[in-house]
């Protein structure tokens, strides 16, 4: 299990906002570029979003770009990601973990390791 916890989830409506953040071990956080995950009831899990060490290279899943904002405070080794607009469709298990882009805007985590997670329900 990577050493992460995730928090900020909860049952928002649609249209709405949501804040997670994650707080990770100096042995991860300083060292890999940091995203976020989800994985839908039934479905496989999918990369959301991916933020470099340096904060400079951002890359977001096409089904969520201009809605969620991915960010890092290095010095507090948490990262965020700011939910708007949410979309029933967004719901499920929101992970934080290291991440890579391999080719096609594919997200992945390349220590195959998960937290806990945080559950985002967005319904009416």
């Known amino acids: 299990q990577v050493p992460v916890v995730e928090s900020g989830g909860g049952l928002v409506q649609p249209g709405g906002s949501l804040k997670l953040s994650c707080t990770a071990s100096?042995?991860?956080?300083?060292?890999?570029?940091m995203g976020w995950f989800r994985q839908a009831p039934g479905m496989e899990r999918e990369g959301v979003a991916c933020?470099?060490?340096?904060?400079?290279?951002?890359n977001y899943a096409d089904s969520v770009k201009g809605r969620f904002s991915i960010s890092r405070d290095n010095t507090k080794k948490m990262l965020y990601l700011q939910m708007d607009s949410l979309k029933p469709e967004d719901t499920g298990m929101y992970y934080c973990?290291?991440?890579?882009?391999?080719?096609?805007?594919?997200?992945?985590?390349?220590?195959?390791?998960w937290g806990q997670g945080t559950l985002v329900t967005v319904s009416q």
């Open positions: 933020l470099s060490l340096s904060s400079t290279v951002i």
């Open positions: 100096e042995s991860i956080f300083l060292v890999y570029a």
């Open positions: 973990a290291p991440c890579t882009v391999l080719a096609g805007n594919n997200i992945q985590n390349p220590l195959l390791q």
